[in-house]
C-alpha cells in the first residue's frame, strides 16, 4: 500500500489537499486497514471536483490501484466493477460485451464512484443522474468492516446511501444497471434565439434521447444545441429538420475546440459510449484550464431563470468560457438535487481565474435566488448551507444515516459539516 507525501491537488489545479498523506490500496484488505487505523479519511477520484468536497485533515484514499475488474450479469442486466474505475475504462468493456450505461457524462476520465456520490449527470428529459444506475455497492465502514447493500434489499434506506458526499463509507464496488448496446447520432443547430428557447423548452429538450444547448450569454441567440438521437437496432440513419425553432443545422462543428480535447462527431452513428460524451481528451492529466459552477431549478422555472442569468451578460463575460444547459428527469435519491423534481442543470465553466469567479458567484446566485437554485456538490458555490439544506427533505433521514454507519464522524470532513448546517455527529 504506497503511501504519497502532501500536495496533491484537484483537476484544475486551484485546489490543494490538506490531507496529513495519499494512500493507494491495492486490496480491499488494505482499504480497510488504512480505514480502522485513521481518524478522519475521505476518497478522492479523478480530482474532477472544484471544492475540496474530497480534503481532510487525515488521510485521503485513491482507489484507482484496486482491481477493476468488470462482471457482467445478463440474468440481472448488471455490471459490478471496482470503484476506482472510469467511464473510459469501464464503457468500452460494456460495449465489446454487447452492454450499455443509459446515460453518461459529458467527459469520461472520470471515476464512476466520484460521479455517483455527487450526483453527476448528463442530459436528457427521460434520464435521471448518474447514481440512479446504481443498484447495489461495497463499502468499508468505519470499523473497517465490509459491507453490502442492495436497491432490493435495503429499499429506502438505498436512496439515502447511493449520494453520500462521501459521508457514509468508503465505496469499494458498485453494481449498475446496464441494458443492450446501442447507437446514436448527434445533430447539431446554431443560434437558438433565447426567447423561443424559454417559451419553446420542453419542445427543444423533446427533440432527442440526449439534448444540451449551449448559450454564451452574451448574444440574444445560444450559439448551439447538440442533440443526440437514439438510433433502433439496425438503424443507420433518422430523419432531422434543417431548422429548430429558427436554429439552423450545421454540417459540422462552428469552431475548434483547445487543442487538448476534440468534439464529440456529428452526423455519424456511432455507439452510446462515443456519442453520449461530448468531448474527448488527448491528455485527460494535462486538462484544467477551467473552473465550474453549476446551479440546478426545478424544471417548471426554467424559462425565468435564464431569463435572469441573460440579464447578466455583460458581468459573466469577463470570466465564462462555456455555458451548458441541461435536464434530469427526478429521482428518489435522498441527497439528489433532482430528489422529487425535474430539474434543469445551469453549467458555468469559467476561465480559470479564481478571485474572477469568486466576484461573480455572489451576483449570479442573487439573479437566481428567486428560482431556489441547488448548486451542484463537486462545483463552486457560495451559498450558504443552511439554503441548501432547506431544499433536502430527507436531510435530516441523511444525518440520521450519517450518525448510525460512522457515529465518529470519520468521513465527515469540513465540506459535508458546513453543508449539512452543522455536524452530522
Known amino acids: 500500500m504506497d503511501r504519497a507525501p502532501l500536495g496533491l491537488q484537484n483537476w484544475s489545479g486551484h485546489v490543494t489537499f490538506n490531507a496529513s498523506a495519499?494512500?493507494?490500496?491495492?486490496?480491499?484488505?488494505?482499504v480497510q486497514e488504512a480505514v480502522a487505523g485513521s481518524e478522519a479519511v475521505r476518497v478522492v477520484g479523478a480530482g474532477h471536483s472544484f471544492n475540496d468536497i474530497a480534503d481532510t485533515h487525515g488521510i485521503l484514499l485513491s482507489l484507482?490501484?484496486?482491481?477493476?475488474?468488470?462482471?457482467?450479469?445478463?440474468?440481472?442486466?448488471?455490471?459490478?466493477?471496482?470503484?476506482g474505475m472510469t467511464y473510459d475504462a469501464l464503457a468500452p468493456a460494456l460495449h465489446r460485451a454487447g452492454w450499455a450505461l443509459p446515460n453518461m457524462a459529458s467527459?469520461?476520465?472520470?471515476?464512476?464512484?466520484?460521479?455517483?456520490?455527487?450526483?453527476?449527470?448528463?442530459?436528457?428529459?427521460?434520464?435521471?443522474?448518474?447514481?440512479?444506475?446504481?443498484?447495489?455497492?461495497?463499502?468499508?465502514?468505519?470499523?473497517?468492516?465490509l459491507r453490502s447493500?442492495?436497491?432490493a434489499e435495503d429499499g429506502d434506506v438505498f436512496d439515502g446511501l447511493v449520494v453520500s458526499l462521501g459521508a457514509l463509507g468508503v465505496v469499494t464496488q458498485l453494481t449498475?444497471?446496464?441494458?443492450?448496446?446501442?447507437?446514436?447520432?448527434?445533430?447539431?443547430?446554431?443560434?437558438l434565439p433565447i426567447e423561443s428557447l424559454a417559451q419553446e423548452f420542453d419542445a427543444v429538450f423533446g427533440t432527442g434521447y440526449s439534448v444540451s444547448v449551449f448559450p454564451t450569454w452574451q448574444q440574444p441567440h445560444a450559439e448551439t444545441v447538440w442533440v443526440k438521437q437514439r438510433l433502433a437496432a439496425g438503424r443507420t440513419s433518422t430523419a432531422v429538420p434543417s431548422a429548430l425553432l429558427g436554429a439552423r443545422l450545421l454540417e459540422q462543428h462552428p469552431a475548434p475546440l483547445r487543442a487538448e480535447r476534440q468534439l464529440t462527431p456529428f452526423g455519424v452513428p456511432g455507439p452510446w459510449h462515443e456519442r453520449l460524451p461530448h468531448f474527448r481528451f488527448h491528455d485527460p492529466n494535462a486538462v484544467g484550464n477551467e473552473l465550474q459552477s453549476e446551479y440546478y431549478v426545478s424544471r417548471d422555472q426554467a424559462g425565468q431563470a435564464l431569463s435572469a442569468v441573460m440579464s447578466l451578460g455583460p458581468v459573466l463575460a469577463p470570466v465564462i468560457d462555456v455555458?451548458?444547459?441541461?435536464?434530469?428527469?427526478?429521482?428518489?435519491?435522498?441527497?439528489?438535487?433532482a430528489y422529487a423534481r425535474d430539474v434543469v442543470g445551469l453549467h458555468f465553466s469559467w476561465l480559470r481565474d479564481a478571485a474572477g469567479v469568486a466576484a461573480v458567484l455572489p451576483t449570479l446566485e442573487a439573479a437566481l435566488e428567486p428560482f431556489e437554485p441547488v448548486p451542484h456538490w463537486g462545483k463552486l458555490f457560495v451559498t450558504e448551507p443552511g439554503m441548501i439544506g432547506r431544499h433536502y427533505p430527507r436531510l435530516a433521514d441523511f444525518r440520521?444515516?450519517?450518525?448510525?454507519?460512522?457515529?465518529?464522524?470519520k468521513f465527515t470532513n469540513r465540506f459535508v459539516r458546513d453543508l449539512l448546517e452543522g455536524s452530522v455527529r
Do not use: K
Open 176 to 191: 449498475l444497471d446496464v441494458e443492450p448496446t446501442y447507437d446514436l447520432v448527434q445533430h447539431v443547430y446554431a443560434d
Open 323 to 337: 455555458s451548458e444547459i441541461r435536464t434530469i428527469r427526478a429521482d428518489q435519491l435522498w441527497m439528489s438535487p
Open 64 to 83: 484507482t490501484d484496486l482491481d477493476d475488474g468488470v462482471s457482467l450479469d445478463p440474468s440481472t442486466r448488471t455490471v459490478s466493477f471496482g470503484a
Open 400 to 409: 440520521s444515516l450519517c450518525r448510525d454507519l460512522d457515529p465518529d464522524a
Open 22 to 30: 495519499l494512500v493507494r490500496p491495492t486490496t480491499i484488505a488494505e
Open 107 to 145: 467527459l469520461t476520465p472520470i471515476t464512476v464512484a466520484g460521479a455517483v456520490v455527487t450526483a453527476s449527470h448528463g442530459s436528457g428529459d427521460t434520464l435521471g443522474n448518474l447514481a440512479t444506475a446504481v443498484s447495489g455497492m461495497e463499502m468499508v465502514m468505519a470499523d473497517g468492516n
Open 149 to 151: 447493500f442492495s436497491r
